[in-house]
């Protein structure tokens, strides 16, 4: 009896034959396969690595800023009176010393007239006792030359006449005290009258009003408890306030030019000088505040407006740098993979400034290390790599 085997017709004697070397090589076929793949899965992976690069950064952030006055006021009345008249308004620029506002008051006239007839009664005081010492005075002085031919003077009169000079004297320096108070009152009365007139405190702009003709104002409407009458602010010179964060507080440089951006004029760009540093950082936004003298003679800026400055950033040695995505970050620590003699390990690291698509970073680096360009929780330290370069990108 035949046997068909594969389309081929046998005899039952081979059919047994071919049978079992067909099975063999598929066995042997398996085999090979199954070792290939076993040697893939021992070879090490491949990591795209990059060098460590070092080189000078120089680059310019950009920091938020607010534009203030460079001086600003706001004016409340010294005494209370009424409004007598308002001669600004908002928007109104004033020179130094100029008349704002006229305040009414006639119990202060009454009590300037009180204290000048005080005034000249002190004064006729004054003058009366000088004139009653100066008469003792002679009198003294001619008893005193009398005395000279013995027994015209008695001596008990000579006595009496130097002690009258000397009580003279003191009732003139008690009129003249008297006299200087009653002198010193009508000045302050002067004085506070003067407060009737609100002058301008510098050359501004008024850039609140909150008063009008027949309003009661006075001093017990202070800063605590009410409006000013005017708020008077210069804008011919500003204060450009930019808060460093204090990683950046050690390039700032007194007498720098900083350029800077507004909302306003998006197409414009406006410069100030670096003027004055805090010297100290505030804890709570660990930024140190910075002023900017910025000159505005034709009023375009206006106080209280947001900018934008760049401000640039210089180190003063040279940094090492990363492509970005070589830093990874977990829950307690950032770091890099370095590779070295083809094994992984992870090396903590501070992260600085960027520039373009590198980072600045700080750690136990050294130039020209392999970092791997994709850092990742996933690569272990102490795993076998293989290690492909790749070009750095361009800063």
């Known amino acids: 009896m035949n046997t068909r085997l594969s389309g081929v017709s046998v005899r039952p004697a081979l059919a047994a034959p071919l049978m079992l070397a067909a099975v063999l090589t598929g066995c042997g076929g398996s085999g090979s396969v199954q070792t290939e793949k076993a040697s893939a899965a021992a070879a090490p992976p491949t990591v795209d690595v990059v060098r460590v690069v070092q080189r000078p950064i120089d680059v310019v952030l950009t920091m938020p800023g607010q534009l203030d006055p460079y001086e600003a006021v706001a004016v409340y009345p010294k005494v209370t009176g009424f409004v007598k008249s308002i001669r600004v308004d908002r928007g109104s620029r004033v020179r130094a010393g100029e008349l704002m506002a006229e305040l009414e008051a006639p119990e202060l006239v009454a009590q300037r007239a009180e ?6 009664a002190a004064e006729a005081q004054l003058s009366a006792a000088r004139s009653k010492a ?5 009198t003294s002085e001619k008893l005193k030359a009398a005395s000279a031919t013995p027994g015209v003077v008695a001596g008990n009169d000579l006595v009496v006449a ?23 009152a009508l000045q302050a009365i002067t004085q506070t009258e003067s407060y009737l007139r609100v002058t301008a405190p510098f050359d501004g702009v008024v850039t609140e009003r909150n008063v009008h003709p027949g309003a009661l104002v006075g001093p017990n409407s202070g800063p605590a408890s009410a ?23 050690a390039n700032v440089t007194p007498g720098a030019t900083m350029t800077f951006t507004v909302p306003a004029y998006p197409d414009q760009t406006f410069s100030g000088r670096v003027a004055r540093v805090a010297q100290a950082v505030d804890v709570k936004t660990r ?3 910075v002023e ?7 009023g375009r800026l206006a106080p209280g407006t947001f900018c934008q400055v760049k401000w640039p950033v210089k180190r003063p040695q040279p940094s090492l740098l990363v492509p970005t995505g070589s830093v990874s970050s977990t829950t307690d620590r950032t770091f890099v993979v370095r590779v070295r003699n083809g094994k992984t390990e992870w090396i903590d690291v501070r992260t600085g400034l960027a520039s373009g698509p590198l980072t600045e970073v700080f ?5 020209g290390d392999e970092v791997a360009v994709r850092g990742t ?13 790749v070009k750095p990108a361009a800063s």
């Not at 204290?115 to 000249?120: C, D, E, P």
């Not at 009580?167 to 200087?180: M, R, S």
């Not at 804008?235 to 507080?249: F, G, I, M, S």
């Not at 750690?363 to 130039?367: F, I, R, S, V």
């Open 115 to 120: 204290a000048q007839s005080k005034l000249q």
């Open 134 to 138: 100066d008469a003792d005075a002679s």
């Open 162 to 184: 130097q002690k009258t000079v000397e009580a003279d004297q003191n009732q003139v320096a008690a009129a003249q005290q008297i006299a200087e108070a009653a002198r010193q």
């Open 227 to 249: 409006t000013p009458m005017v708020r008077v602010v210069q804008n011919d010179r500003l204060r450009l306030v930019v808060p460093v964060p204090e990683a950046y507080t």
């Open 287 to 289: 930024t140190m505040a």
């Open 292 to 298: 900017l003298d910025v000159v505005n003679v034709d």
């Open 363 to 367: 750690g136990d680096l050294q130039p």
């Open 377 to 389: 929780d996933e690569i272990r330290p102490g795993t076998d790599v293989r290690v492909k370069e």
